[in-house]
């Protein structure tokens, strides 16, 4: 591997002798360490991108998820699931690998030019594989579908063993050929996600095929699709772990590049060497916070600014039940009236009949036929409507609040609220009523 010449001299001579380097070498230096900070610092913006995610979409139950990014969890349901390739666990998802070790003799010429031996050691991944399918995540308020494609998944470790040539392992389970060099050691390792586990999902909510039901999947906005058993907690902590390194060697990379400038600095304004690291490293602080205010700034301002328009969808939601409520119930207590009133008339009218029969004193075997009576069934159906309404307006309210929470905990916080007030974000968003509204009068967001 060839190190930059610009970063190999400010390595050598840190802050000594930067006057012997060329104007040249140290524009180098400093053009590999921007490059380097701003790769960072894209991975900072990234990793705090999604935490922001997590703590702006709550998790609801299956029966909350609506329309767009979604978080929910529930159990792993499969009615003929995979089988894993090792262990051949019952599982929607699974990847295994076989790794066998080696040992081998290579040379090499030495810095003088001499040939020498040395060994090395290593393994090679002589056989593997993955699979996944879709499955159905259900809790105790319902089910919803997954589909696969596009998921990044964090599964558990369903098997992990070294074994040796005198193991029944070693040949049944892979490829008998090995590799050259090979130590007669191999590890099995088998990752999945079991039937009947629970699963945390964050991604995509849209209307499925049939368009009477939603499922989760890939794509939206925001891009972010995880099938995960460990949970939310550690997808944050490995997210925030990630956020603070990549910010600190971005940092660094910053203030190492406005090292570069000193030669430039002593070329041209003829001032001590001392002075100049100093203007570089000042230059190289300023820079960096410069870059790192200005886009820690864009991200709270559309953060916020998503975060809005996941209220005002939560909002309309509301609206959309309580329409659904106000179409659809007179509509069944009107028919489920009628039926009743007609079965009663029917009911009227047998009994009426038979009482002329019986009355005439002639014996007579009578075969008596009853129409069909379904106003039961009507009551049944309009019941089932009422709770199943009530019950989605319900969660559209729970989900309407806690979006609504989210974008005040966003606004009103130092100096985030303060930032988005400044570019543009900054009116709190009305609460709806308690009850809500009548939808002659829905409660819809206003902008800005």
């Not at 991975?43 to 702006?56: K, V």
């Not at 088998?190 to 039901?213: L, Q, R, T």
């Not at 009482?355 to 129409?371: D, K, Q």
């Not at 709806?432 to 902008?447: E, H, M, N, V």
Request: charged fraction near 20%; glycine fraction near 12%.
């Amino acid at each position: 591997m060839q190190v930059d010449p610009g970063i190999g001299a400010l390595a050598t001579h840190g802050t000594t002798g930067l006057s012997r380097l060329s104007v040249g070498e140290g524009l180098a230096g400093l053009a590999v360490c921007w490059f380097v900070a701003l790769l960072f610092l894209l991975l900072w913006r990234s990793q705090s991108r999604f935490i922001r995610l997590l703590r702006d979409v709550p998790t609801v139950p299956v029966r909350g998820v609506f329309v767009g990014l979604t978080e929910t969890a529930g159990s792993v349901v499969h009615p003929d699931p995979l089988k894993a390739g090792i262990t051949g666990t019952p599982c929607v998802h699974h990847a295994w690998s076989v790794r066998e070790y080696w040992t081998r003799t290579e040379t090499y010429r030495d810095s003088k030019g001499k040939t020498r031996t040395r060994t090395v050691h290593g393994s090679d991944v002589v056989d593997g594989g993955s699979q996944s399918t879709d499955f159905v995540l259900q809790d105790e308020t319902g089910r919803i579908v997954v589909r696969h494609s596009g998921a990044g998944w964090t599964a558990m470790t369903t098997f992990d063993r070294t074994v040796g040539r005198g193991d029944p392992l070693y040949g049944s389970k892979a490829p008998d050929r090995t590799v050259r060099g090979s130590t007669g050691r191999r590890t099995f390792h088998e990752s999945a996600v079991p039937v009947g586990v629970k699963a945390w999902i964050m991604g995509n909510a849209h209307v499925g095929p049939s368009g009477d039901a939603l499922e989760i999947g890939s794509g939206g906005e925001e891009g972010v699709f995880l099938v995960s058993l460990t949970g939310e907690a550690s997808h944050g902590t490995g997210a925030r772990v990630l956020a603070v390194l990549a910010w600190i060697v971005a940092c660094g990379a910053a203030v190492l590049g406005g090292v570069g400038l000193a030669p430039l600095i002593i070329a041209t304004t003829g001032i001590p060497e001392g002075p100049a690291v100093a203007v570089g490293l000042g230059f190289g602080i300023l820079s960096w916070t410069m870059a790192s205010t200005l886009t820690w700034a864009f991200m709270v301002r559309n953060g916020a600014v998503r975060v809005r328009q996941r209220w005002e969808r939560a909002a309309s939601l509301v609206d959309v039940e309580l329409k659904r409520r106000a179409d659809l119930i007179p509509g069944l207590v009107t028919v489920t009236r009628a039926a009743a009133a007609h079965e009663a008339l029917v009911q009227r009218a047998v009994a009426e009949l038979r009482a002329g029969a019986a009355s005439h004193g002639i014996l007579r075997v009578l075969a008596e036929r009853y129409p069909a009576l379904t106003a039961d069934a009507a009551f049944l159906r309009l019941q089932r409507e009422l709770a199943e309404t009530e019950a989605r307006i319900a969660q559209s309210r729970t989900f309407e609040i806690q979006s609504r929470e989210r974008l005040l905990e966003r606004l009103q916080t130092v100096p985030e609220g303060l930032v988005a007030a400044v570019m543009g974000v900054a009116k709190p968003p009305p609460a709806l009523d308690a009850p809500a509204p009548p939808p002659s009068s829905p409660a819809r967001p206003p902008r800005g």
